[in-house]
């Protein structure tokens, strides 16, 4: 292994061996840092590799060493669709859509949950344990199965049925909480510590973000090593976020691509949005969202612990937050759906509608090429979300 660990609040360094958590002296999340920018001939070689491997293709850019092998399912690799049509129906920009719906286990939490448990199991670890709004417990249930690790997971009681049921269905060990994902990140604090199983929470381990970091690594390749003029995002945890920052940061270092960063816009729904209400006020840190509430669940994270850092790489590409409202989220679904036939999830809806918002008042340009995330499958919230809504029938 020849990166070590950075960590974001107070720069303390450490060596990435055992199995790291956060800052021992700070408590804020670590970030890799690797010894040398990336090479010409990384570039050359990752170009070369199939496209079935996935996301594993930048394997010279991730955390994995050489002889290691990493516990994939074939995620990434996820198509940047033109849609032209929805483009035209927004306010008509060069609209692109990448659709994360396309990986193993429905979402994007697949590329993450690839990293972190491919690191954790090199390192040790045979168990683990998380809270969950549905994707990511999904996402650790299986790749915990293709590792042949236990996977302990803690979900809110509102959690839609199907993304339990796969949860179930890959042999998680599944807990549900009356509350919120900060109440099942209470419930796994407390089994991690007694029972020993790695936590898998959001940044309380360094590797998601690498795996996340992806997502900004393949818009870039996509595109012919060029940089998208705005990317808006659905946050919650933000891990999607960071990663690409840290991508397009690293892309830009090495020279694989000219800058200027793609302008990074957060979307969160009106139910839950502290990183909006952080942003309008222009402060560096979130604070907790009383009574989270949103059909979007992957948004319903009250008091996200890398608020810090996703400020930051909001504030650092000169982008922006939006908050949207459910109705106005469920509208962009459907539009993503009837319009390009693509399986839109709430969030993936609601960055439609933040894309709507952002054109409409002139934050973004008709002339700009706008990535727009759907972040994964609709058909995992249930038969009709939108009938959750008030105003929908
Ligand atoms: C987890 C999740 C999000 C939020 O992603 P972060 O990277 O944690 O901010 C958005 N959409 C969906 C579908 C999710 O599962
Ligand atoms: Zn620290």
Redesign the pocket.
Known sequence: MDWTLECSGCGLTRDAAGLPTVCEACGSPWLVRYPRPYARDARAELERRPVGEGMWRYRALLPLATGEAPVTLGEGATPLLEATRLGAAIGGARLLVKDEAANPTG???ARGLSAAVTRAVLGGARAFVLPT????GVAAAAYGARAGANVRVYAPRSTPAPLLGQIAAYGADLHLVDGHIGDCGARTKTYAAEHGAMDLS?LREPYRIEG?KTLGLEIAEQLGWRLPGAIVY????????IGMWKAFLELIEAGWVAGPMPRLFAVQSTGCAPVVRAWEAGSDHCEAWPNPETV?S??R?PGPLGGRLMLRALRESRGGAVAVPDAELVEGARLLATLEGVDA?P??GAAVAAARRLLAGGSVARSETVVVFN??AGVLYGRGFAKDVDGES
Do not use: I, Y
């Open positions: 979402s994007f939490k709004a549905g994707n990511a959001t996340k659905p946050a919650g945890g933000g891990t999607g976020l979007a992957g948004l994270v999830c969030e993936g972040t994964g």
